[in-house]
C-alpha cells in the first residue's frame, strides 16, 4: 500500500472523539488489516493491542465472517425490519440466547451500543409501566460510567466531557459512586480487594428517591472506556440483592465485557450475577457490521404479551434491527468464537496478560497497573496541568514503533484480540516499557 491510497484533503470528515485538527496535520491511516495487525497508509504492520475499540474480538479479515457478509449481500441485501422477518435474524437471536445466561430470552436487535443503552432503559421504563407500576421512572447509573452518546446514555453515564455540552438530559437520573480507589487499591491484581460497600451507596439513593420512583439501576460489570475500573468482589452481587429486594431491574451494559473479553461469554457469567436486561454491541459481530443486541428477561417479554394480538407490543425498533448482513456476520463471528474457544481463550491467557503488564510496575509515571480477563490498564501521573497529554504521547509512540493501544484521559488501556498470542503480549508490553522511559 501507498500513500497515495489516502486522499489530499481530510476536511470533510468530522472524526469523532478525535482532536480532529491535530490528527489532519498528521494523520494515522490504516488500510488493511489481518488477523492481529493493521497495515498503515505507509505500508507498516501495527500490533492491535486494542481489538480494534474493544471489538473485534476475533481478529481481523476472519474468512468465515468475510465469505458470510459477501454471501449474504449477493443473496438477501435488506428486508424490512417492521412487520416482516428474515431467517437469519431468527437463527442469530437463537444462538445469542444458547450463550447467554440462562432466562435471558429474548433478544432485540440494534445498529450499536448506544442504541442498545436507548433500548434497554425504554424496555425498562416501559416494563415498570406495563406491570401497573408507572411511578417508577427514574434511572440510575454511576459516576465515570460509559453508556455510549445517545441522550439516555449521556444522562445515565457519569463522564463529564461527555455530559456538559448537551444540556439537562433526562431528568430523573441519579448516579451512585464509581469503585475506583488508588489509594486502596493501586495495583490491584484482578478484582481490588477494597469498596464492597460503595454498592450500599444505591440503598442510599432508594432512601431519597423511594424505591416506588426507581425503574432500573444500569452499570458496566467492569466499566471499560473510562479507563477500565474493576469492581471488587461481592460488588455486583450487592447490586443485584439490593435491586431484587426493591423491585428495581438491573442492567448490565456488556458492550466491552461480552463476547469473551473477560474469559467468560459475558461478564454475567464472570461474576455470577444476572440482570435483568443484558445490553451488547461490539463484539457480536467482530466490529465488522454495526449491530447490538438487547437480553431481556423471559418475565420482561412475557409483560408486555398481553391485550389483542394484533397489536404492536412495544413501539420501538430502527430500519436496520436484525440487519440481514448484520445478522449474517453475527452468526458467522458466534461459529468463530465457538470454533476456536475464544469465548473462553482469555482465562487461559488471563494470568500470562497480568504478569506482563504487572512487570511494568515501577516505570516511570506509573501510579496503578489493573487487569481482567484480556483487559488491562495503565494509569499514568498526569503532567501538571496538562491531564491527558502524557498518555496520548505514548498513544502516537506506539502508533509509530508498531503497536495500536488506546489512551482514556492518563490512563492507557489494552484489550487486544482474543486470539492474541504470549509473544504479542510480549510485544504490546516491551514496546510500553521503552516508551514509559522516553515519556516527559
Ligand atoms: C459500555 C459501553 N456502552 C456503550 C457503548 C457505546 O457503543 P457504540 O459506540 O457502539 O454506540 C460503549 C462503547 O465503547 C461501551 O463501552
Redesign the pocket.
Known amino acids: 500500500m501507498s500513500n497515495r491510497t489516502v486522499p489530499n484533503d481530510l476536511s470533510a470528515f468530522w472524526m469523532p472523539f478525535t482532536a480532529n485538527r491535530q490528527f489532519k496535520k498528521a494523520p494515522r491511516m490504516f488500510v488493511a488489516a489481518k488477523d492481529m495487525y493493521y497495515t498503515t497508509a505507509d505500508g507498516r504492520q501495527v500490533l492491535d493491542g486494542t481489538a480494534g ?2 471489538c473485534v474480538n476475533a481478529g481481523h479479515c476472519r474468512p468465515k465472517i468475510v465469505e458470510a457478509i459477501q454471501n449474504q449481500a449477493a443473496e438477501l441485501d435488506y428486508a424490512p425490519a417492521f412487520q416482516m422477518g428474515h431467517p437469519k435474524a431468527f437463527e442469530l437471536a437463537n444462538r445469542i440466547v444458547d450463550i447467554a445466561p440462562e432466562g435471558l430470552n429474548p433478544v432485540l436487535f440494534t445498529n ?3 442504541e442498545s ?1 436507548e433500548t434497554a432503559l425504554k424496555v425498562a421504563l416501559a416494563y415498570q409501566r406495563v406491570k401497573g407500576e408507572g411511578a417508577r421512572t427514574r434511572l440510575i447509573g454511576r459516576e465515570r460510567a ?4 445517545n441522550f439516555g ?1 449521556i444522562s445515565v453515564g457519569g463522564i463529564v466531557t461527555n455530559r456538559k455540552m448537551f444540556g439537562t438530559l433526562l431528568t430523573g437520573v441519579d448516579h451512585m459512586p464509581h469503585t475506583h480507589n488508588l489509594a486502596k487499591n493501586a495495583f490491584s491484581k484482578g478484582l481490588p480487594q477494597h469498596g464492597v460497600e460503595l454498592a450500599d451507596e444505591l440503598e442510599r439513593i432508594i432512601t431519597l428517591h423511594d424505591a416506588s420512583t426507581i425503574a432500573a439501576v444500569i452499570v ?1 460489570p467492569v466499566a ?2 473510562t479507563g477500565v475500573l474493576i469492581p471488587p468482589p461481592g460488588y455486583l452481587q450487592r447490586l443485584r440483592e439490593i435491586t431484587k429486594k426493591h423491585g428495581i431491574l438491573l442492567i448490565f ?1 456488556e ?2 465485557t461480552g463476547y469473551g473479553r473477560l474469559g467468560t461469554p459475558f461478564g454475567a457469567d464472570y461474576f455470577g450475577v444476572t440482570p435483568d436486561i443484558m445490553v451488547t ?2 463484539g457480536l459481530t467482530n466490529g465488522v457490521i454495526p449491530m447490538g443486541a438487547v437480553l431481556v428477561s423471559s418475565e420482561i417479554h412475557d409483560a408486555f404479551m398481553t391485550g389483542p394480538e394484533h397489536v404492536i407490543e412495544f413501539f420501538h425498533g430502527y430500519t436496520y434491527s436484525g440487519n440481514p448482513i448484520a445478522s449474517a456476520a453475527g452468526l458467522a463471528t458466534l461459529e468463530t468464537y465457538k470454533d476456536e474457544g475464544l469465548l473462553t481463550r482469555g482465562a487461559e491467557l488471563a494470568p500470562y496478560f497480568e504478569q506482563a503488564l504487572h512487570s511494568l510496575k515501577g516505570e516511570r509515571h506509573v501510579i496503578d497497573i489493573r487487569n481482567i480477563g484480556l483487559v488491562g490498564a495503565i494509569e499514568l501521573e498526569a503532567i501538571p496541568g496538562a491531564p491527558t497529554k502524557r498518555a496520548f504521547a505514548a498513544f502516537v509512540k506506539a502508533f509509530e514503533q508498531g503497536v495500536l493501544i488506546r489512551t482514556t484521559g492518563d490512563i492507557i488501556a489494552l484489550s487486544p484480540p482474543l486470539i492474541v498470542e504470549k509473544q504479542h503480549i510480549d510485544t504490546i508490553v516491551e514496546t510500553l516499557r521503552g516508551i514509559l522511559k522516553t515519556l516527559e
Do not use: C, M, T
Open positions: 475499540l474493544w450499536a451500543g448506544s443503552v460509559y453508556h455510549g452518546v446514555g458496566e471499560g472506556s451494559d458492550v466491552i454491541a461490539k
